[in-house]
């Protein structure tokens, strides 16, 4: 089992950037796949990124390409999501989740454990 705890979120303005953080309880944090998803007020919640278990292999939603940077430490049981030239349409909550020994993925259901998410409002 393992417990995650966001942070970094906040209020921006458009084109700035914003780095969030994800912390991870428990000794095992190396063997689970991680995963960044966003919920914007009356939307599903949608794929942002994902890192495989030794953070070899790093993917990125088609929209946020080239702005967003998924990046994990096992030494320190956190991940990272850099977000640069932000806009308002990024606005949402924005939340770490686990996929415990499994392989990354796009779909939700896929992971098990989640945190309470983080605010990101970009303004413009």
């Known amino acids: 089992q393992v417990q995650l705890v966001e942070s970094g979120g906040g209020l921006v303005q458009a084109g700035g950037s914003l780095r969030l953080s994800c912390a991870a309880s428990?000794?095992?944090?190396?063997?689970?796949?991680m995963g960044w998803f966003r919920q914007a007020p009356g939307k599903e919640r949608e794929f942002v990124a994902a890192?495989?278990?030794?953070?070899?292999?790093?993917y990125n939603a088609d929209s946020v390409k080239g702005r967003f940077t998924i990046s994990r430490d096992n030494a320190k049981n956190t991940i990272d999501l850099q977000m640069n030239s932000l806009k308002p349409v990024h606005t949402a909550v924005y939340y770490c989740?686990?996929?415990?020994?499994?392989?990354?993925?796009?779909?939700?259901?896929?992971?098990?454990?989640w945190g309470q998410g983080t605010q990101v409002t970009v303004s413009s």
């Open positions: 989740a686990a996929n415990f020994l499994g392989p990354w993925s796009e779909n939700p259901s896929a992971y098990v454990y």
């Open positions: 428990g000794r095992t944090f190396k063997n689970y796949a």
């Open positions: 890192i495989t278990m030794s953070g070899i292999k790093k």
